[in-house]
């Protein structure tokens, strides 16, 4: 049983003290579970980690969940992904509550528009940078132009998106790529 609380502490000290996502979590998690607690080696962390950003949800959670279901099985799985979001589902129901009170308030309601237009203005620097670094080719700037039309004006679901654009990405490489070998 004390290992089981010592889980649930640590990761809920891990929750609380790291801003930033899953990589801003990393230190932290070396500190307590590798060096403090023995509870993995670096590399098992390491292989965690990158099993983490490979599954769905996030990587912290499943990071957590790893450790856990380690050291206790499933209840320990269990118990150092509750450690883990405890924090954060505090914290948020906190904030929840506070601003329910003020949603009517003119100005938060104008603070939350500037939110938004910020939150906009990041995504779209994020789009010209992955496409600058992504859509190079002619037939990837037609591809990225489909997948947007259909997206934005056809409203078809994504999946079918990705799906498409896997496909005739494969279909590319077998009739251009294989002849000079690298395919893009």
Same mark, same amino acid.
């Given at each position: 049983m %004390? +290992?089981?609380? +010592?889980?649930?502490a640590?990761f809920?000290?891990?929750?609380? @003290?790291?801003?930033?996502g899953?990589?801003?979590m990393?230190?932290?998690l070396? %500190? +307590?579970?590798?060096?403090k607690?023995?509870?993995?080696t670096? +590399? ?8 983490g950003? @490979? ?6 959670v ?8 380690? %050291? %206790? ?12 979001v ?7 129901t ?11 308030n ?13 939150? @906009? ?15 190079r ?15 934005a ?8 998106i ?5 496909? @005739? ?6 009739a251009?790529g294989?002849?000079r070998?690298?395919?893009?």
């Amino acid at each position: 049983m %004390r +290992e089981i609380w +010592e889980l649930f502490a640590t990761f809920f000290r891990i929750g609380i @003290c790291t801003f930033g996502g899953g990589y801003a979590m990393l230190p932290m998690l070396e %500190r +307590e579970i590798v060096n403090k607690n023995k509870w993995a080696t670096m +590399e098992e962390l390491l292989d965690y980690f990158a099993i983490g950003q @490979c599954t769905p949800g996030i990587i912290a959670v499943n990071t957590a969940t790893f450790v856990g279901y380690k %050291r %206790r099985g499933v209840s320990g799985g269990i118990v150092a992904t509750l450690g883990i979001v405890a924090p954060s589902l505090v914290i948020i129901t906190m904030i929840a509550m506070l601003l329910s009170n003020f949603m009517d308030n003119q100005i938060v309601m104008h603070a939350f528009a500037g939110i938004r237009i910020a939150v @906009c203005a990041m995504i779209a620097k994020s789009v010209v940078k992955l496409a600058s670094t992504s859509v190079r080719k002619w037939w990837q700037i037609v591809l990225a132009v489909a997948a947007f039309a259909l997206a934005a004006l056809v409203k078809i679901n994504t999946i079918y998106i990705v799906l498409g654009t896997i496909a @005739c990405g494969v279909a590319y490489y077998f009739a251009h790529g294989k002849k000079r070998g690298n395919g893009v």
